[in-house]
């Protein structure tokens, strides 16, 4: 006997006794149909049940029931490899990797379970189609009454006897394979099946990206407008066609498992918008238009202005809801740059990326911060290193700090104390502007010290101010 003939004997062994055990769990110790029940849970015997009760109950890939839950007719099942590659998306798709359902007896479907036991990452139910000689030794010790279980078996794969059959309540249509619309002969009668193996293919990753928890943390970090390394999936206009009532089992076995939920994609012309990001193009700052005109942006400065303009008590309760707003500015600030850096091309600021050089008037600390992947371009080495030098950082704070006095001093006494303040909150903003600066570093390999300390350029200019 072999290893493998061994693992099938055991995982056999495994799912027959789990079964047992949840009936016997059900009845008292004294209960006459325990020793019935464990006469019916023999290996031998359960299998040549099983085999009997597989007649019950067809795989396929394509079923007619979701059609109409009353139709009676043809179900398919065809292995995605084996149909003809094409352009459009189809059940070819899925190639090997794909499930397969069953249709029948809803009383029947622990046989497709029992088919579906896996060892070595092969259902056993694959292994009987292909003749697998350890699979076929772990249905029965006589390799005649093995065979004959085995033919069994795989005959749920197999069309039922009497050929293709349509029903009145399944649909039909017409296709022109000829060249003529008046001729009756150039038209095939087809009959729809619903494709339920594709169908839960495209189930299982939506229903992931709606309920799972890495994209709820993704949607929280995305309504909280934090920074977040994942990826935030949404499927816009989602329609859920339920199949099955109160018993989805009655359609299907793969329908069953998705509570009668089935997903269906918008399919929609797409409708045009202008895009939302505007870009720095022949400025000097973002601070000069690009972020004043954020929606956020500009009604939480108006907030902030007329708040500090009210001259509220210098108390706890007036820091944090200042606080607040300023929050409220750095996450817009760390959402602009993300944008920018994310769907702009490395390099999208030197000189002569584009025809109109619409970028080449960028200041260069705000180049370093925007544009970062700039820095692994072959020819960038001294924006490489001026970004490693970290001085822009400071850069940044500075000309955050300045717009936002530019924002207040109109009515508001604002000046050095209130610059140093602005400068210090973006620099040390931990959750926003500080946490993109780490990313950044982590993909350009760079150190993860980030400096609150005058620039090189401030420093210069001190000592020349100095007599």
């Known amino acids: 006997m072999t290893d493998n003939t061994r693992s099938w004997q055991a995982a056999i062994a495994l799912f027959i006794q789990d079964r047992l055990q949840a009936k016997l769990d059900k009845l008292p110790?004294?209960?006459?149909?325990?020793?019935?029940?464990?006469?019916?849970?023999?290996?031998?015997?359960?299998?040549?049940d099983a085999a009997r009760r597989a007649a019950q109950i067809q795989a396929v890939t394509h079923s007619?029931?979701?059609?109409?839950?009353?139709?009676?007719?043809?179900?398919?099942?065809?292995e995605p490899a084996s149909l003809p590659a094409l352009e459009q998306l189809g059940s070819h798709a899925l190639g090997t990797t794909?499930?397969?359902?069953?249709?029948?007896?809803?009383?029947?479907?622990?046989?497709?379970?029992?088919?579906?036991?896996?060892?070595?990452?092969?259902?056993?139910?694959?292994?009987?189609?292909?003749?697998?000689?350890?699979?076929?030794?772990?249905?029965?010790?006589?390799?005649?009454?093995?065979?004959?279980?085995?033919?069994?078996?795989?005959?749920?794969?197999?069309?039922?006897?009497?050929?293709?059959?349509?029903?009145?309540?399944?649909?039909?249509?017409?296709?022109?394979?000829?060249?003529?619309?008046?001729?009756?002969?150039?038209?095939?009668?087809?009959?729809?099946?619903?494709?339920t193996s594709l169908a839960?293919?495209?189930?299982?990753?939506?229903q992931e990206d709606r309920f799972g928890e890495a994209n709820k943390a993704a949607r929280q970090a995305r309504y909280a407008r934090k920074a977040h390394a994942g990826v935030f999936r949404e499927y816009r206009d989602l329609a859920v066609q339920k199949m099955g009532g109160t018993k989805p089992q009655n359609i299907s076995q793969l329908n069953s498992e998705r509570a009668g939920v089935n997903y269906l994609l918008a399919s929609l012309p797409p409708?045009?918008?202008?895009?939302?990001?505007?870009?720095?193009?022949?400025?000097?700052?973002?601070?000069?238009?690009?972020?004043?005109?954020?929606p956020e942006v500009g009604s939480t400065v108006k907030r902030l202005r007329r708040f500090l303009e009210s001259n509220?008590?210098?108390?706890?309760?007036?820091?944090?809801?200042?606080?607040?707003?300023i929050e409220t500015l750095l996450d817009e600030l760390v959402s602009m740059a993300g944008t920018l850096q994310q769907t702009m091309p490395a390099g999208w600021t030197r000189p002569g990326t584009d025809d109109e050089g619409r970028f080449q008037q960028l200041a260069r600390a705000e180049q370093?911060?925007?544009?970062?992947?700039?820095?692994?371009?072959?020819?960038?080495?001294?924006?490489?290193?001026?970004?490693?030098?970290?001085?822009?950082?400071?850069?940044?704070?500075?000309?955050?700090?300045?717009?936002?006095?530019?924002?207040?001093?109109?009515?508001?006494?604002?000046?050095?104390?209130?610059?140093?303040?602005?400068?210090?909150?973006?620099?040390?903003?931990?959750?926003?502007?500080?946490q993109q600066l780490r990313e950044l570093r982590d993909r350009l390999d760079t150190p993860h010290y980030i400096p609150i300390r005058k620039t090189h350029a401030e420093l210069v200019a001190e000592q020349e101010d100095t007599p």
Request: proline share 7%.
């Open 64 to 78: 007619l029931k979701p059609i109409h839950p009353d139709a009676r007719g043809t179900n398919l099942y065809v």
């Open 271 to 294: 409708t045009w918008k202008a895009s939302e990001t505007r870009l720095p193009a022949h400025a000097k700052s973002v601070f000069d238009g690009v972020f004043i005109v954020r």
């Open 200 to 206: 839960h293919a495209v189930h299982v990753p939506i």
């Open 98 to 195: 794909f499930a397969g359902d069953v249709v029948g007896n809803a009383a029947a479907l622990d046989v497709y379970k029992f088919l579906k036991l896996e060892v070595g990452g092969r259902s056993l139910l694959a292994a009987l189609l292909a003749q697998d000689e350890a699979a076929l030794q772990a249905l029965h010790a006589d390799p005649a009454q093995a065979q004959a279980s085995r033919d069994a078996f795989v005959g749920l794969t197999q069309p039922r006897a009497g050929g293709a059959s349509s029903h009145p309540l399944a649909k039909q249509l017409y296709w022109l394979t000829g060249n003529d619309p008046c001729a009756d002969d150039d038209y095939e009668l087809l009959a729809p099946l619903y494709a």
């Open 29 to 48: 110790n004294d209960a006459p149909k325990r020793a019935e029940l464990l006469a019916q849970y023999q290996h031998d015997a359960w299998i040549k």
């Open 312 to 325: 509220p008590q210098p108390n706890q309760e007036t820091r944090q809801r200042r606080e607040s707003y």
């Open 368 to 434: 370093l911060w925007l544009d970062p992947l700039r820095a692994e371009l072959p020819d960038e080495a001294d924006f490489a290193r001026e970004w490693m030098w970290m001085d822009w950082p400071a850069e940044i704070g500075k000309r955050f700090a300045a717009w936002l006095n530019a924002q207040l001093e109109n009515k508001l006494p604002v000046g050095d104390a209130e610059f140093r303040e602005w400068k210090k909150v973006l620099l040390t903003d931990e959750d926003g502007f500080k």
